[in-house]
Structure formats: structure tokens, C-alpha cells
């Protein structure tokens, strides 16, 4: 899945005085969210590179990135103003959501 991050109204105004759209925070999340090769399993890594090769994203100083584009981080203002509580959900890196249709019993 795409990466999302649902942050509580508080901590969205917080957020919005440093980087004031969202937009620019999924900039932010995308370049600076990286994480290095390493850190995937060894079954991975030749997929990863071809695959950030041929989305022009490949550069093995700054890591992998959690999707292809900053396009592809959902952020979320949701909740009350109790709290700072926010959550980030994401699967390993340069995932796809899929949707499939189930019926309850």
C-alpha cells in the first residue's frame, strides 16, 4: 500500500507552520523519508534498483524511497483536539495498493 499518514487537527496546524502545504510535507515525506537498501531483505535489492531505474528515482547515496512520488503519500487531518496522536502506515518501499472484493458471510 501507498504510504498514509493521519494526523490529529493539532498536530496538522503544528505541521502546517513549518511546511505549510500538504503538498510540500509529501515532498518532504518522500525525499527525506528514504531508507537504505540494507535495511530491505538481500532477495529484494536487484528488483529495487531496476525498479528505481526505470522510475529515474536511483540514487544509492539517498536510499529508497517509501513510493514513486510524493503523489503517492496520502496525508489525512482526522480526529478531535484532545491529543496529538497520529498514526503513519506503510509497507515495505515502491508499493501498490490492490483492492479486492470479499463478501461477509
Not at 510540500?24 to 515525506?29: F, G, I, N, P, V
Not at 531496476?50 to 544509492?60: C, K, N, Q, S, V
Not at 513510493?67 to 478531535?80: F, H, K, N, Q, R
Request: proline share 10%; with cysteine.
Amino acid at each position: 500500500m501507498e504510504p498514509i499518514l493521519v494526523l490529529t487537527p493539532g498536530v496538522a496546524a503544528a505541521v502546517a507552520q513549518i511546511v505549510p502545504t500538504k503538498a510540500a510535507l509529501r515532498e518532504h515525506l518522500w525525499d527525506r523519508g528514504r531508507v537504505p537498501i540494507e535495511w530491505l531483505p538481500p532477495y529484494k535489492h536487484a528488483a529495487t534498483r531496476e525498479r528505481m531505474e526505470t522510475l529515474g528515482i536511483a540514487d544509492p547515496e539517498r536510499g529508497v524511497p517509501r513510493c514513486e512520488s510524493p503523489d503517492d503519500i496520502a496525508v489525512i487531518v482526522a480526529g478531535g483536539d484532545a491529543g496529538v496522536q497520529s498514526c503513519g502506515m506503510s509497507t515495505t518501499v515502491l508499493s501498490h495498493s490492490a483492492t479486492v472484493a470479499f463478501d461477509l458471510p
